[in-house]
């Protein structure tokens, strides 16, 4: 396990050490959880992007693996969890992902990725051009010329997406339900010390390993016993 400059400090002293000890307790604990999660979906559907209609449910929560990638002794990588706002909203909020100009920030994020790395096999455009872009309609200030290679750059982006990620669903009561329960399960993925030691030569967000922005904090609330039950209800899945 990787150590971290806080938990080296925290190992100098004997009370330092005893917190210490209790962070690798609290940190056992956060894994085994988030091997609950993965063990949960692993029972669910696959899907590739461009999203199914009429397979999905209306609303609820979405993970999306790094296909072929694997964490905690062989289930797929989560590499981003996401729900959606509004009624019945969840298949348009996966279209966004590879929908170009789109309010995905996902999206945005690899595209911003791409651009940092001067991936191969890309039509680049700048990263101020890309920053432009992320806004709800493509801002008309930006020059034709610069329009052709963005235009370009999407679709790229778009079968980019299509061709590394995978993801599967658990329909909600509504999307309240979602919210809440996206938020647990990022808090923990994000937290997990096994998911956080995945090496990988994809390309990997700027920060952390996990494609969300929000929720990643250390004291985000993880998963609780009730949310974990209400997911595996949810998925149809009994405890286990
Ligand atoms: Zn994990």
Redo the contacts with the bound molecule.
């Keep these: 396990m990787r150590c971290s400059p806080k938990m080296r400090k925290r190992s100098r002293s004997h009370d330092q050490e005893t917190a210490s000890v209790a962070e690798r307790e609290s940190m056992g604990a956060d894994?085994h959880r988030?091997t609950d999660l993965?063990k949960l979906l692993q029972h669910k559907p696959r899907y590739r992007f461009p999203p199914p209609f009429v397979q999905l449910p209306l609303n609820g929560l979405y993970f999306i693996f790094d296909n072929g990638q694997s964490?905690?002794e062989g289930f797929d990588r989560i590499a981003r969890i996401g729900s959606h706002t509004g009624r019945n909203n969840l298949v348009p909020r996966l279209w966004q992902h590879i929908t170009p100009h789109g309010r995905s920030s996902f999206r945005w994020d690899i595209g911003a990725a791409v651009i940092r790395a001067r991936t191969k096999g890309f039509e680049l455009p700048s990263m101020d051009v890309w920053n432009e872009c992320d806004s709800i309609s493509r801002k008309t200030a930006i020059e034709d010329e610069r329009v052709g290679t963005l235009d370009r750059f999407e679709t790229q982006l778009s079968a980019y997406i299509a061709n590394r990620f995978v993801f599967s669903v658990i329909g909600t009561r509504d999307q309240s339900e979602a919210l809440e329960l996206e938020k647990a399960c990022i808090a923990t993925?994000a937290q997990?010390p096994?998911?956080k030691e995945i090496t990988t030569t994809e390309l990997q967000p700027k920060k952390g390993f996990l494609w969300n922005a929000m929720h990643t904090g250390p004291r985000s609330p993880r998963l609780n016993d009730q949310q974990l039950s209400l997911l595996r209800a949810r998925a149809g899945i009994g405890a286990r």
Excluded: Q
């Design positions: 894994s988030c993965h964490v905690h993925v997990c096994l998911c």
